[in-house]
């Protein structure tokens, strides 16, 4: 079965650097999100894409934040300046289409530590 | 706003014993529901899904109930296995967006045989 994977599965970084998150959507979706989890918790919806244009976007992806599709098959999360605070586990997910019966697919996600 | 609180785990059960994951929501509109579970090392994915009140999902032997006159979508099993153990989390979406789900905070359930 396909699947959504991610890269690096642990991303280790300095406070104040750039850091990007690298996601290959399933190859037909055409809808793609990122939600992060800090630790203990819930899972947050940061932003979703579609057909090269963020659709929608919540409080917390601010402008250190940036999504970019650079090619047919990559969709990467830049955070610009990392803080502590951004620690978290980050999930990449697509759908194929719009609405309830076309579920969000997971990948297993990327640790992001900020030291 | 919209949000989903579910019961705070970890929970311990033995093998074939009965497993509830309680969940409630609060939602502007009529919410579709969700759980989605993530085993040990992998992603989250979808175990099942209720769109209207009344429905009932199901899969792999889970099921929960849409019951919106107690905003409620409690994970059941009859008799769980220890392949069973992973995190469950409840969700919910609203229709005509981008699928932009409110999860819960997850709760990790431990089956030991």
């Not at chain 1, 959504?4 to 690298?22: A, F, N, W």
């Not at chain 1, 579609?50 to 955070?79: A, W």
């Not at chain 2, 609180?5 to 969940?23: R, Y």
Request: hydrophobic fraction near 30%.
């Amino acid at each position: 079965e396909p699947e959504v994977t991610q890269t690096p599965s642990h991303q280790v970084t300095q406070m104040g650097q750039e850091v990007i998150l690298r996601c290959v959507p399933i190859s037909n979706h055409l809808y793609f999100y990122w939600y992060r989890q800090i630790l203990g918790q819930k899972v947050e919806f940061l932003v979703s894409f579609y057909n090269n244009e963020i659709s929608e976007k919540s409080e917390i992806f601010d402008d250190q934040f940036s999504v970019e599709r650079p090619d047919g098959s990559n969709f990467t999360l830049k955070i610009r300046s990392t803080k502590l605070e951004d620690s978290a586990m980050y999930f990449c997910a697509s759908s194929e289409i719009l609405g309830d019966n076309s579920p969000l697919h997971f990948g297993n996600g990327t640790r992001l530590t900020v030291t | 706003g919209n949000s989903v609180t579910q019961m705070e785990g970890p929970v311990t059960l033995s093998e074939e014993a009965f497993l509830t994951i309680n969940c409630t929501y609060t939602a502007t509109g009529y919410p579709s529901l969700f759980w989605y579970v993530q085993y040990p090392g992998e992603g989250l994915q979808l175990l099942l899904k209720a769109t209207k009140a009344d429905d009932k999902g199901s899969n792999k032997g889970f099921e929960a109930t849409y019951r919106k006159e107690t905003t409620s979508f409690h994970l059941e099993k009859g008799s769980v296995q220890v392949s069973d153990s992973a995190v469950y989390f409840c969700a919910l979406s609203l229709s005509g967006g981008y699928q932009k789900v409110t999860f819960g905070t997850g709760t990790k359930l431990q089956v030991i045989p």
